[in-house]
């Protein structure tokens, strides 16, 4: 069982930035894909990020260009660094985590608020 803490989460004015971070319970290495997910209210969980264990990302479309995921595996923590944030941008984001390439994720944390005033 793998159990993620996200932390990072806050207010910013649109345009601004704010760093995530996701710290793993154990070697993230062993750990096939990580990423991100958020979801706002009325609104259905949908994909930010996500990130292998070899380094091969991929985002959502809203957020190509103005997010990076990144992992440190020495720390066992991944990270979404989000830029140029928009009011559309908030929502509670979830780390989660899936020991194979494929298929749903397994493994979630609880979430953390992010809020983007305009």
């Known amino acids: 069982q793998v159990q993620l803490m996200e932390s990072g989460g806050g207010v910013v004015q649109a345009g601004g930035s704010l760093r995530l971070s996701c710290a793993a319970s154990?070697?993230?290495?062993?750990?096939?894909?990580m990423g991100w997910y958020r979801q706002a209210p009325g609104n259905q969980r949908e994909l930010v990020a996500t990130i292998t264990n070899i380094g091969n990302t991929a985002y959502g479309a809203s957020v190509k260009g103005r997010f990076n995921i990144s992992r440190e595996n020495a720390n066992n923590t991944v990270y979404l660094q989000m830029n140029s944030l928009k009011p559309e941008d908030t929502a509670v984001y979830y780390c989660a985590a899936d020991r194979s390439r494929w298929g749903s994720m397994n493994y979630w944390g609880k979430g953390t608020l992010v809020t983007v005033s305009s």
């Open positions: 154990e070697n993230i290495f062993s750990i096939s894909r």
